[in-house]
Structure formats: C-alpha cells, structure tokens
Nanobody, 120 residues
Framework: VQLVESGGGLGQAGGSLVLSCAVSGAIYSLDAMGWYLQRPGKQRELVALIDSVSSTIYADSVKGRFTITRDNAKNAVYLQMNSLKPEDTAVYYC???????????????WGQGTQVTVSS
C-alpha cells in the first residue's frame, strides 16, 4: 500500500492550495483518512480527519479555512486550503487506515509528506 501526496508548494497569505493524496496497492477498503502537519522540531499534529461516512474533524486553527474531502472511487483524499496564513507553513502528511484483502483489521499508513510554504 502506498500513499502519494501532491499539490504542495508555495502559496501566498490569503491564497489557496489543494493537497491530494492517492492510495494505491492491494486495497479492500479505506476507513478514516486524514491530513497531519509537522513543523521543524515539533510533533506531527492533526489538521483534519474524515471517516468512511465522510464525517469530519478539524483542528481549531484551520476550522472555516480548510476542507477535507474524499473520493472513495479514486481511493483519494483532498485538503482544500483557503485563506492561507504563514503559520500554515509545514510539511503535510496524508494518513489512512487501509483494509487489505483478508485482513482482520485496518492497518495505518503514512504518505511521504509534501511541503507547504506560505509567504506573507
């Protein structure tokens, strides 16, 4: 199973970016999927989470600005980032609970991360 992020890069304060994460491999189904960020020297922290019925959770710092969605047909999860702030600068990681064929329970996987830099 592989998670591959795309869409990071340089954004301007007040602007928008969209992150995408595609899950590939021997997938039976996807449970919860999420986006996390990590700043230098800091722990990885949750940005947004979406479960299998598309219920969502957001960090307080991004509520009203970021939107997480998923496309189960494409095994993908997205993060629409609006009203960007310099403090959104971080490496963003995709995370997913993946059920593979014949597995009893889902396993958790991480993407490699994509850098988002927001200039003021």
């Amino acid at each position: 199973v592989q998670l591959v992020e795309s869409g990071g890069g340089l954004g301007q304060a007040g602007g928008s970016l969209v992150l995408s994460c595609a899950v590939s491999g021997a997938i039976y189904s996807l449970d919860a999927m999420g986006w996390y960020l990590q700043r230098p020297g800091k722990q990885r922290e949750l940005v947004a989470l979406i479960d299998s019925v598309s219920s969502t959770i957001y960090a307080d710092s991004v509520k009203g600005r970021f939107t997480i969605t998923r496309d189960n047909a494409k095994n993908a999860v997205y993060l629409q980032m609006n009203s960007l702030k310099p403090e959104d600068t971080a490496v963003y990681y995709c995370n997913a609970d993946v059920r593979v064929p014949d597995s009893v329970r889902p396993d958790n996987y991480w993407g490699q991360g994509t850098q988002v830099t927001v200039s003021s």
